[in-house]
């Protein structure tokens, strides 16, 4: 009998997790599926929430203490005023959170090898952040424009990855994958009614969002694609088991349809070998 883990021993597995807003408690669902088939991942990659999940996970921090953090991630909570000419907000409350359970570790220091996506908004260029501070590269790629204020990082103004690219499948292969999954939050949208500036600004990010990164999306080896039409782009916590069970039926259910295909294509190739052998 084939078992996933057979199919994957000679894989080193690559995991990039997308950008979504609040829908990124689905993540912890895909990240405890994976767990439980025993799938070890090598490289992780994370843009946006993505990033705040990956960061967490690689370096160890136990999914049950990322569902509380997670629980947190509400503009209300994570947000704290301060106009300024470049945010409505600053990245002081998630930046603290984050120390919580980080501190001022390094990227380069990440029990399993990780990368983040931010974007320059100087320049519209992607940035790889593979080495410095965790906790201001989180807050960077997960910057929306116009809600929160860019970070600086060695002098350059970064704001949200979600720009340029929402799931970074491309660095996992450059860190050294030769299997990349994806976990995507994009697939389905369902953009709140408009009350204010920052629903306006929110709702035209993921708009755009959805629209792109097709390219990402084609070069997974096996996407985890999820249907989260129904939930929220800014506040989730109401639905928090609901997300994370779909995030883990939907990792589940993909591993399936993979293993099965899998088995088919090598029952196949056995079949032909023993025609031609005898």
Do not use: W
Request: one cysteine or more.
């Amino acid at each position: 009998m084939v078992v996933l883990v057979d199919i994957f021993k000679r894989k080193k597995l690559g995991l990039a997790l997308s950008g979504g807003g609040a829908k990124g408690i689905a993540h912890i669902g895909v990240l405890q599926a994976l767990k439980d088939q025993n799938l070890k991942i090598s490289y992780i990659s994370g843009t946006s929430v993505g990033a705040i999940i990956a960061s967490l996970f690689a370096f160890e921090v136990e999914l049950d203490e990322i569902g509380r953090f997670a629980k947190a991630l509400s503009i209300s909570k994570i947000s704290k005023f301060k106009p300024s000419r470049s945010g409505i907000f600053n990245n002081d409350n998630l930046r603290g959170l984050l120390r919580e359970l980080l501190g001022y570790s390094q990227i380069e220091d990440a029990i399993l090898p990780l990368s983040i996506i931010a974007t320059n908004i100087n320049s519209g260029a992607k940035v790889v952040l593979g080495s410095g501070d965790v906790c201001d590269a989180v807050c960077a790629s997960s910057a929306i424009p116009g809600i929160f204020a860019p970070v600086q990082i060695s002098g350059i103004p970064l704001v949200d990855g979600g720009l340029v690219q929402n799931l970074p499948v491309d660095v996992l292969r450059e860190m050294g994958a030769n299997f990349c999954i994806g976990s995507d939050l994009s697939s389905s949208y369902r953009f709140s009614k408009v009350t204010n500036i920052v629903d306006v600004i929110r709702n035209s990010f993921g708009i755009m969002v959805y629209y792109k990164d097709y390219s990402q999306i084609e070069s997974c080896d096996l996407l985890i694609s999820m249907e989260l039409g129904d939930f929220s782009l800014n506040d989730n916590i109401d639905k928090f088991e609901e997300l994370v069970a779909i995030g883990y039926e939907s990792t589940i259910r993909t591993l399936e349809n993979y293993k099965e295909s899998e088995t088919t294509l090598f029952g196949t190739v056995t079949r032909a070998v023993k025609g031609i052998f005898g």
